[in-house]
Every structure is written in structure tokens, then in C-alpha cells.
């Protein structure tokens, strides 16, 4: 258990309302990640980080941008949300000498 | 792009059968992963396979990595309800990043 805090778990919100998913993890692991999970897809990369202030795209990165001022903290942020981005989002890190990904319990987002 | 097609899709059977769940691509991975997500959680790492053709057990399960590294398999014996859940592969693919190919997952049932 990496100490992986995901907030808000449960969120409803309209069409075109920006949104915010918070990740807080305690054990320093220094790379994290943001994944989308949908039935039929498996988990899917959003957008990754090798450290503070230091983030790439993953391949379902549009409508999707992320910020990491501090070691422990993730952000992933929708800009406008949409309904094809309902879905469950989880939060990963891993150590880096390590190979196991270790995840949050996940975000469940309805855009209606 | 690399693929993982996992297969079956879903399984459902009694308590105390043998089933073998496959994970295949046309790509080679330097290692593959199994992981284990449960209704409401995030998936939690059962393994990592590095070497061609290795075998690790995990008291009832049997994971295969095959020859070429194309290909995985877990072989669970005299399944029990607790090994209900979603059973996902995850192939590890290049040298940096340590960025994941995920298969889409094999949901399996155990009824008692």
C-alpha cells in the first residue's frame, strides 16, 4: 500500500464545467501517473510525471491537462468537461528503482 | 502500436475448477506484469515476468511468460470465490519512462 489518496472518489458534473482530480500520496514515489478505465479499453495513460514540475502526455491526453508542484500532489484537471469523459480515473505511482505501479482506489466521474 | 488482447473476456465458473486466462501481442516486451482489481479498488501487482519462458507461482497460480515474450498466461487451480475479480496484463515495453501496454482485462467469477 503506497498511501494513495484520491479526491473527490464520487463526482457528478455538467457539460462544460472545468473539474479537478486531486492524487496525495505519501511514500515520496516519484513518478505518478493518471489513468482513465472504461469497460472494453483497460486502463488508458493520461498524462504522467517524472517528478516536480516535470509532466508528459499520455495517449488520451486531450481535454486533459495536470500539474505537480510538490512531490506528493497530482492534479488532473478537466477544462471543460464532457460526457466522453465519464468515466473512472485512477491515480499510479512507482518507485524509481522499482516496477510496481501502485494505485489509488479511483474517481468515478459522471459528465451530464 | 502495441497491443495486448487478453482473452477470455469474461469467465464464469464453480468453485474448485482449473482455468487458464491468456494475454497475447505481436510485440516483444522486456517484462510483463499481472495485476488483480477487485469491484471499487485500484488493480494491486500479482507478478512480473522478465525472462522468456519463466514460471512463477503464487500458491494457486501459475504464471507463464512465453518464449518469444509475446505472450503470457495465469492458470489458477481449484479456483475459490476469493480470486473473483479483474485480472489485467500489463506489458512494459522500451527502456525509459517505464510506460505500460495494458490489456483490457479478463473479469472472472468464481461461484460457490
Not at chain 2, 488482447?5 to 516483444?28: A, D, H, K, M, R
Amino acid at each position: 500500500d503506497a498511501g494513495i489518496t484520491q479526491s473527490p472518489r464520487h463526482k457528478v458534473t455538467e457539460t462544460g464545467t472545468p473539474v479537478t482530480l486531486r492524487c496525495h500520496q505519501t511514500e515520496n514515489h516519484r513518478y505518478m501517473y493518471w489513468y482513465r478505465q472504461d469497460p472494453g479499453h483497460g486502463l488508458r495513460l493520461i498524462h504522467y510525471s517524472y517528478g516536480v514540475k516535470d509532466t508528459d502526455k499520455g495517449e488520451v491526453s486531450d481535454g486533459y491537462s495536470v500539474s505537480r508542484s510538490k512531490t506528493e500532489d497530482f492534479l488532473l484537471t478537466l477544462e471543460s468537461a464532457t460526457s466522453s469523459q465519464t468515466s473512472v480515473y485512477f491515480c499510479a505511482t512507482r518507485q524509481v528503482s522499482g516496477n510496481t505501479i501502485y494505485f489509488g482506489e479511483g474517481s468515478w466521474l459522471t459528465v451530464v | 502500436t502495441q497491443l495486448l488482447e487478453q482473452s477470455p473476456q469474461f469467465l464464469s465458473i464453480q468453485e474448485g475448477e482449473n482455468l487458464t486466462v491468456y494475454c497475447n501481442s505481436s510485440s516483444v516486451f522486456s517484462s510483463l506484469q499481472w495485476y488483480r482489481q477487485e469491484p471499487g479498488e485500484g488493480p494491486v501487482l500479482l507478478v512480473t515476468v522478465v525472462t522468456g519462458g519463466e514460471v512463477k507461482k503464487l500458491k494457486r497460480l501459475t504464471f507463464q511468460f512465453g518464449d518469444a515474450r509475446k505472450d503470457s498466461s495465469l492458470h489458477i487451480t481449484a479456483a475459490q470465490p476469493g480470486d473473483t475479480g479483474l485480472y489485467l496484463c500489463a506489458g512494459h515495453w522500451g527502456d525509459s519512462n517505464y510506460q505500460l501496454i495494458w490489456g483490457a482485462g479478463t473479469k472472472l467469477i468464481i461461484k460457490p
